[in-house]
Structures are given as structure tokens and as C-alpha cells.
């Protein structure tokens, strides 16, 4: 049941109490008014007739007392609402008052007379030779009352159906918003929130309107910036897994390269390092045969041995290139000692200082090669470009987080401008790598003319020795 309905319900229900209400409060009305009206009638008759009647002396005198009152009962006629009859000692009607005239031939309802009529008593008159028969009648005060109650029942019928009728319709115009709002609502329900209401004439509803207009508002664009902020989400989810799987295939492509060095390394040790030393030891053998006396001979196999001896010294430093060998015999601890001693032996005019902490060599392979070659390829650097004259090396556990390594190599060389970082981008780039190939980071400070500073940051893996 929708709200007209449920309001002109209301209002017929109210109405139909009303009319009940004020249907009683007329009957009773009328029919305590009725009871005053008939009760002062029958006085009135009764005194009427009283006063007419003859005295005992007049009526002795009289021949016939009863035809002189039936004549002046007959010039009377009706006696106000009362019906007068006129009876012989015998009891015999001698005269009877006309029926009123008044709303001839018609009657009120039973229902309506036994509501309103009141239970007034006959009255009955004696005089000489008979007696006067006074008895009320209603009937005509009843009608009337019946009339009275008709006429306001039909005009409170039609006043009430117009007011159901326009009730009804204002209600309709009122309420047609109502609509617009419902339609609304189910374009919401429908994912469409572009969906706008106008302006109304009444407050309530241009209330509705504008809260209804700012909700959409807001929805739509917490749906937008929600579905931004997903996107982004959703790129930064992408580049992370982007980036996740270039560190792994970074991290795999380091980790193949050592294995393919650690090969080479193997193989020119074994293969390459023995035939130099087999040349090395055959020229050794010639130049030293005493009955040989050609001095060209012994000459020329003192130069293959030389030749061999800086063969098997460089076929040795590559090895210790590809593969330092102390990271799997000593440790990381003392592979970086020889790796800063070598280079101090290379490099006498350049002053290098190590410092580092405790618990270096439980760190897995992986994690020990990437710090080795940071630390390697910084040297190589400083040496290289930087025309540095003094190096300090340090390997402390970051500040507030003990399960990263720092890594921290300091220079006093000249700087890095644009074209020495673009000669050196591939040496950074490789230490970049490595090093977030683990998940770690990279920092560089670098002035001109005031020496470069690089912090590599690695997360540790322990476990591994």
C-alpha cells in the first residue's frame, strides 16, 4: 500500500470517527430537546384544558356538557404535539383531534424513533359525564430530527469525499518527487552514478535533492579516485613484480657468471698454469745443460723461461680475477685482507685502511662474492680515475637495522664529474646491479676535488661459512 493510499485511509478512518461522534452527540441532542419540547407541550395542553372546562356548577346547569366541549374542542383542533380525545362515561370516543398536517405521511426510521423518541405518559382529564384523553406525540419532532440528521450527514458525505478527492490529488503533485527519487535510486542500484535529481518547490524534497546530488557527487568521485588508486596499485604491484624478477634474473645471471669464472679459473689453473710451468721447467732444463756450449742456445731458453714465469704471473692474476681463491679457503674476512694486500703491492703510492666488524665469515656465497666485487671494483676505481692517494674501506652493521651490511668505500681523489661517471657508468651499473640483485641499495657521494664516497647496503643471509 503505497502513502496516498495510507493517508486517505488515515483521513477516511479519522472522518468516519468524526461523523460517528458527532452523529451521537446530535441524537442525544435532539432527543433530550424532543423530551423538553413534549414534556412543555403536554403542560401547555393540560392547562389549556383545564382552563376550559366548565366548573361542577356550570356543567349541573348544563344541559349537555359533552357536546359543548366536543364543539370547542373542534374550533381548537390540534393541540401543539398532543393528540386530545374526548370519551362518554361509557368510554365511548366522542371526539378525536385531527392528525397534524405537518410533513404528511411521512415517518422517521423505527431505529431513529426508538433512538430520539422520549417514553412521555398519557394524561387523562376527568369532567362531568366523561373524561379527556391528552397523549403526547413525538412523531413530527422525531421527523424533524431525522431531516436535520440527513441533511448534515449528506452534506458531511460529499464535504468528506471532496476532501478525500483532493487530498488524494494533492497528495499525488506532492508526492511526485517520490518518483523521481525511487528511479533514482535504482540507477544508483545499477552501477549508474552519474545520475542527477533536480530542484523542488518544497523544502523537504529540495532537501533530499541537494543531499541526494552530494552523495552521488561524493560516490562518484570516491569511485574514481579509487579506481585510480587501484591502477596505481596495480602499476606499482606490476613494477615491483617487474623489478622482483629483474633482481632474480640479475641475481641468477651474477650467480652463473661466478660459476662460468670459477670454471675458467679452474680450467687456466689446471690446463694452462701446468704447461707454462712444463715450458717454464723444459727452458729451465736447457739453459742449465753445462756441456751445451752454444751461449744463443742457453740465451734463448733463459728467454722462454722468463717468458713462461710472466705468462704463469698473469695467467695467476686473471685467475685471482675470475675467482679469488681465499673466498673459498680463508673466508670473506681475510679474502678482502688479500684482495687490499695485493693491491698495496700493485699500488705502493696508495694508502688503503680496513675496518670492519666481527662475524664477517657467516655470511652464504652469494652475499660474500657481491661484497668482495663492490669492494674490488671500488678499488679499481679509485686507482683507475680518481687518482687517489688514499682509500678507507668499512664494513659496519647499519644503524638501527643489525641484519644489513654496510659497505662503505671513501676516496680522496678528484671527484666525479659527467664525463668521469659516464667512463665509469658501467662499473656502477655493476655494482648497482649486483648489489639490488640482493635487495640492497646504492648511494654515491662524489665532489669535484673532493674525493667520492659509496654506501652499498646489503641484507645479510646467514648460515653459510
Not at 675496518?355 to 655470511?363: A, I, K, Q, R, V
Request: with cysteine; proline share 3%; hydrophobic share 40%.
Amino acid at each position: 500500500m503505497n502513502l496516498r493510499l495510507r493517508v486517505s485511509l488515515t483521513i477516511s478512518v479519522i472522518g468516519i470517527a468524526c461523523v460517528a461522534v458527532m452523529a451521537y452527540m446530535l441524537i442525544d441532542y435532539k432527543r433530550k430537546s424532543i423530551d423538553q419540547e413534549i414534556e412543555a407541550g403536554t403542560r401547555v395542553a393540560i392547562q389549556l384544558l383545564q382552563a376550559i372546562l366548565p366548573s361542577p356548577i356550570e356543567a349541573a346547569v348544563s344541559t349537555d356538557p359533552l357536546a359543548s366541549m366536543t364543539e370547542y374542542l373542534s374550533n381548537v383542533g390540534r393541540v401543539r404535539a398532543n393528540e386530545v380525545r374526548l370519551f362518554d362515561s361509557n368510554n365511548n370516543l366522542l371526539y378525536e383531534s385531527p392528525p397534524s398536517e405537518y410533513k404528511q405521511g411521512r415517518w422517521a426510521p423505527d431505529w431513529f424513533t426508538a433512538l430520539v423518541a422520549p417514553g412521555a405518559e398519557e394524561v387523562r382529564l376527568p369532567i362531568a359525564q366523561g373524561s379527556i384523553l391528552i397523549t403526547p406525540d413525538s412523531s413530527r419532532s422525531v421527523l424533524d430530527a431525522w431531516d436535520e440528521l440527513w441533511q448534515f450527514s449528506l452534506f458531511f458525505l460529499v464535504f468528506f469525499l471532496l476532501l478525500i478527492v483532493a487530498v488524494f490529488l494533492i497528495l499525488g503533485h506532492t508526492l511526485k518527487p517520490m518518483k523521481d527519487i525511487v528511479k533514482a535510486l535504482s540507477q544508483i542500484e545499477q552501477r549508474n552514478y552519474h545520475v542527477r535529481l533536480d530542484s523542488y518547490r518544497l523544502p523537504e524534497f529540495d532537501t533530499i535533492s541537494q543531499t541526494f546530488n552530494r552523495m552521488t557527487s561524493s560516490l562518484q568521485d570516491a569511485l574514481i579516485e579509487n579506481a585510480r588508486l587501484a591502477k596505481e596499485e596495480q602499476q606499482r604491484l606490476a613494477a615491483e613484480l617487474e623489478l622482483e624478477q629483474n633482481r632474480r634474473f640479475t641475481q641468477l645471471i651474477q650467480v652463473r657468471l661466478e660459476e662460468e669464472r670459477r670454471a675458467i679459473a679452474r680450467e687456466l689453473h689446471d690446463e694452462l698454469g701446468q704447461c707454462v710451468t712444463a715450458i717454464k721447467t723444459i727452458g729451465t732444463a736447457i739453459a742449465s745443460r753445462e756441456r751445451d756450449s752454444q751461449t744463443e742456445t742457453r740465451q734463448n731458453a733463459q728467454t722462454i723461461v722468463e717468458v713462461a714465469s710472466h705468462i704463469y704471473d698473469v695467467v695467476h692474476a686473471m685467475i685471482r680475477q675470475l675467482r679469488p681463491s681465499a673466498l673459498d679457503h680463508l673466508g670473506l674476512s681475510d679474502a678482502i685482507v688479500e684482495l687490499i694486500s695485493q693491491y698495496r703491492r700493485q699500488h705502493p703510492q696508495l694508502a688503503i685502511e680496513l675496518s670492519s666488524e666481527d662475524g664477517l665469515d657467516n655470511f652464504d656465497e652469494n652475499v660474500n662474492i657481491t661484497v668482495y666485487r663492490v669492494i674490488q671494483e671500488c678499488l679499481t676505481n679509485a686507482v683507475k680515475h680518481a687518482e687517489a692517494t688514499r682509500v678507507d674501506v668499512a664494513l659496519t652493521w647499519q644503524v638501527g637495522d643489525p641484519d644489513r651490511l654496510e659497505i662503505r668505500v671513501s676516496d680522496n681523489g678528484k671527484g666525479m664529474d659527467s664525463e668521469l661517471a659516464e667512463s665509469q657508468r658501467f662499473g656502477l651499473i655493476g655494482i648497482k646491479e649486483r648489489v639490488q640483485a640482493f635487495g640492497g641499495d646504492v648511494r654515491l657521494e662524489s665532489d669535484l676535488r673532493a674525493g667520492t664516497t659509496l654506501i652499498a647496503t646489503l641484507p645479510l643471509h646467514r648460515g653459510v661459512s
